[in-house]
């Protein structure tokens, strides 16, 4: 349950281009602190262009044109022209699984290195932390100095997750996490994210409408670049939506 | 399952930055890579430009373009009258190019279709580190050979009394350009998606006819791009052309002549010409020629290979 | 039970007649290559000695040895790659990884082709224009490695521009999804996994380096020197001049030598060439992805 009503982060009026057609057309959204929000919604309806934008890895993109704004912790994200800052109070899991080319433990301690930690021992601390977390440490704690691009692709997707939290982000933002992940292991890893939201705000775009069940706080429902619905659980999942659409979506009808 | 949270929240405030700008130390190092981004086009700018800058008295002052290019008394040093006219050096230039080209391009391009079409692969490795180190060998060995091997053979072969001529001289440049063609062509020739080939084989078509109506107009853009770049080759080589053609300023009347080419003039006669005189500025104007000609024969080639890929 | 038809049949004998047919060409393409190898072996391997390596030439390079013109090809070498490198894999990474696909991208592309395409004796003008006078080097080993670096920036930047486009990308987003800055990430992750490829550009342009003649005959190269050069102000000598002119402009000298000396060049080359190739095979079986 949202614990606090602050809002830490929130999108006004976004609009994402790609060059052809708007992929978000004047979104409007509020996460709050310590919450997990679920974002569910069929293929192609901008919900992994949502996130990359909460991030700023549209940064990277030539042909994305943004209007709007979004503000975390009440401070545009856009103000400071270098955004490597921001992608650092912000953890991003993606889709595919991608072990750096590296060793596991150079890969659970990058970010950190990155941003500037030279403590081995804290390096240490952090890598065996995030590993547990990601429900992989038992798994490779015997073969830490191995190249990391040789784990099964479920494995390299727990490591993106350690990735993601080695860091200690404000905001962990989740697309799709479990397509690689067998199902013993995605409860593995729900259940430590359970505990995280204690600590950091969750946004979590899933597929598998369950999991939205499971985890989320509230469920928003995206179709077509904007947000059909979005309530907390109790109402979504029980039928009392403003968008007929969002009925359909969960019981199964399109998507 | 027990999961033990991240227990020193405090010592990780201290990379942890929350905002900031790029550190200096960035900034620098990015001017850097964007200046020397940028030095290539600076780099052929310079060449241009100290190009022009050593002919530009020789350009405005003696400089006529109908002698310059359709004279082909070419008499620098002479005391009685100086003369600038290319037109035999550009014959020579010319000759040498086209007949090395009519010899590497149909055969470079036969041997990059068996390279591509029918060799296994480990064959097609051995004769790719081949060309490799054909290409490898340097135009003053090339010219080496023209001198002791190609000249004495062509002597007795045509039963001729020079073998320093524009044969030679071609055939050596067609040695030396068919790396580069076969390689060119070969990677136009790969790039056809496999489908095109299967569905012709479904069709019912030999080698020969898939080569021939589908291979080669779907590579067709890569394949002139390739023998484009075979003419720039030959265009540019100096030293070679330059020790196998012989040492006559004339327009050859037959391709057992000896002849000389923009290249090789400058070469030959860079050294004796007084610095700053007009003589030596009028060879950086054949420079500048040069300069133009393979900047039109790259050009032409890009555009192709560029096209072709879209 | 199955028997193909007379029409398959002379449909499969033609296309082995074709590919017998372009097989010969092919061979016959090559053959002129090793059987120069080869001529260029029996010619000269007489005057292949230690001596020959190490001594200077005398009696107006009608005997002796080659020795100052390897040191000078040496130094030629090693300065322009020394100067070309940096810049080249500087640039490399400006067109991979900061570049927008623009106009400005694509005049950068044509100017380096046409860097790549300009021929060697129109290097050698510019190198004479800009080095020899314009900056006052003098005709010095200074002057002719900068033209050759000029030559070699092309090769570089394209060797490297490939192995950087090698790196997937989806590595640089994991890497920026984390908080390393784009520095960050060519450094620790690009750089490192293109080392390879970079490396194989370098040792293929040491080749040509070795190889050129006409880009150095004006900048600093000299038919004969007494004295080995003191420092990068002064002249040397090369292999690929010394070839050229014992072969064309001096008289008296014994046959075997300038045999010897296109096999010693050649040999340089192809066995830079050869370590190129080597690494190139090492690192794609250490490959990390």
């Known amino acids: ?255 | 399952m027990e999961i033990k949270l991240s227990e020193s929240p405090q010592l990780a405030m201290e990379w942890r930055k929350k905002k900031g700008n790029k550190p200096t130390g960035e900034r620098i190092i990015e001017a850097f890579i964007k200046i020397a981004g940028l030095s290539s086009i600076l780099l052929i700018a310079a060449i241009l430009f100290f190009i022009l800058k050593e002919s530009y008295p020789f350009l405005v002052g003696s400089f006529d373009f109908k002698e310059f290019f359709f004279s082909k008394e070419w008499y620098p040093a002479s005391v009685v009258k100086i003369r600038y006219g290319v037109l035999a050096l550009l014959c020579g230039t010319i000759m040498v190019t086209a007949l090395s080209m009519l010899i590497a391009v149909p055969l470079g391009l036969a041997c990059a279709f068996y390279i591509s079409e029918f060799c296994g692969p480990r064959l097609r490795e051995t004769y790719k580190i081949l060309i490799e180190f054909l290409a490898a060998i340097p135009s003053v060995v090339w010219g080496f050979i023209a001198i002791m091997m190609i000249n004495p053979t062509i002597i007795k072969l045509f039963n001729v009394p020079i073998g320093l001529n524009i044969l030679n001289a071609s055939i050596i440049l067609a040695l030396m350009s068919l790396p580069l063609i076969i390689s060119v062509g070969e990677d136009a020739l790969r790039a056809v998606p496999e489908t095109y080939r299967e569905a012709a084989e479904a069709l019912g078509a030999t080698k020969w006819e898939i080569a021939t109506k589908v291979l080669l107009p779907a590579a067709k853009n890569g394949l002139m791009a390739a023998s484009l770049l075979g003419v720039g080759r030959a265009l540019g080589e100096t030293m070679a052309v330059l020790m196998a053609t012989g040492h006559s300023i004339q327009i050859p009347h037959s391709i057992f002549e000896p002849g000389r080419t923009l290249t090789a003039t400058i070469a030959a006669e860079l050294g004796e010409s007084p610095k700053g005189g007009e003589h030596y500025q009028a060879l950086f104007a054949i420079g500048l020629v040069l300069f133009c000609l393979s900047f039109i024969v790259n050009l032409t080639a890009d555009i192709l290979i560029r096209g072709k890929r879209q | 039970m199955f028997r193909p038809s007379n029409h398959l049949i002379l449909k499969e004998i033609k296309e082995k007649k074709l590919k017998n047919l372009l097989s010969t060409i092919t061979f016959f393409l090559f053959l002129p290559a090793l059987i120069i190898i080869l001529w260029l072996f029996f010619q000269g391997s007489s005057a292949l000695s230690i001596d020959f390596l190490f001594m200077d030439p005398i009696e107006g390079m009608t005997a002796g040895g080659i020795f100052p013109a390897i040191v000078g090809t040496f130094w030629l070498v090693i300065i322009s790659v020394l100067v070309s490198c940096p810049l080249g894999v500087i640039a490399a990474i400006y067109l991979s990884e900061y570049a927008k696909d623009n106009n400005l991208t694509r005049i950068i592309r044509l100017a380096i082709l046409n860097l790549a395409g300009v021929p060697s004796i129109v290097h050698a003008l510019f190198g004479l224009g800009a080095f020899v006078l314009f900056l006052k080097m003098g005709t010095s080993i200074l002057a002719a490695s900068l033209t050759l670096a000029v030559m070699n920036l092309p090769v570089i930047i394209t060797s490297t521009l490939e192995s950087l486009k090698a790196v997937p990308h989806s590595y640089r987003e994991a890497s920026w999804n984390v908080g390393a800055s784009k520095l960050q990430t060519i450094r620790y992750i690009v750089l490192p996994n293109s080392i390879p490829g970079i490396l194989t550009g370098v040792v293929f342009s040491v080749g040509r380096s070795a190889g050129e003649t006409a880009a150095i005959l004006f900048t600093g190269v000299a038919f004969y020197l007494p004295f080995l050069p003191q420092s990068v102000f002064d002249q040397c000598m090369a292999l690929s001049m010394h070839l050229f002119t014992i072969s064309t402009q001096v008289v008296g000298v014994p046959d075997a030598y300038p045999y010897a000396t296109a096999l010693v060049l050649i040999l340089l080359i192809l066995s830079m060439n050869s370590i190129a190739v080597a690494l190139r095979s090492y690192f794609r079986t250490r490959r990390k992805w």
């Open chain 1, 1 to 255: 349950m949202v614990t606090k009503m602050i809002k830490k982060i929130e999108i006004k009026n976004l609009s994402v281009n790609y060059g052809t057609k708007d992929v978000i057309s004047n979104l409007n959204l509020d996460i709050y602190q310590n919450e997990v929000l679920a974002i569910i919604g069929p293929a192609n309806s901008g919900k992994s262009s949502l996130l990359k934008c909460l991030n700023r890895m549209q940064d990277f993109n030539p042909s994305a044109k943004i209007s709007g704004d979004i503000l975390m912790d009440g401070e545009s994200i856009f103000k400071d022209e270098d955004s490597t800052f921001l992608r650092r109070r912000i953890g991003m899991v993606s889709p595919l699984p991608v072990g750096l080319p590296m060793s596991i433990r150079e890969n659970v301690t990058f970010a950190p290195r990155m941003a500037g930690c030279k403590d081995a021992k804290e390096l240490d601390h952090i890598m065996e932390d995030c590993l547990r977390k990601a429900a992989l440490w038992d798994e490779v704690k015997d073969r830490l100095e191995s190249l990391a691009t040789k784990l099964s692709g479920g494995q390299q997707q727990r490591l993106t997750i350690a990735r993601a939290l080695s860091h200690h982000p404000e905001v962990l933002c989740l697309d799709e996490f479990s397509i690689a992940i067998d199902p013993v292991t995605t409860m593995k890893i729900e259940s430590v994210l359970n505990e995280l939201k204690k600590t950091m705000t969750i946004v979590m775009v899933t597929n598998v409408i369950n999991q939205a069940k499971r985890l989320g706080d509230r469920t928003a429902m995206m179709l077509n670049g904007s947000i059909l619905d979005i309530d907390i659980n109790n109402n979504v999942f029980n039928g009392r939506v403003n968008d007929l659409r969002t009925k359909q979506y969960i019981e199964g009808f399109f998507g």
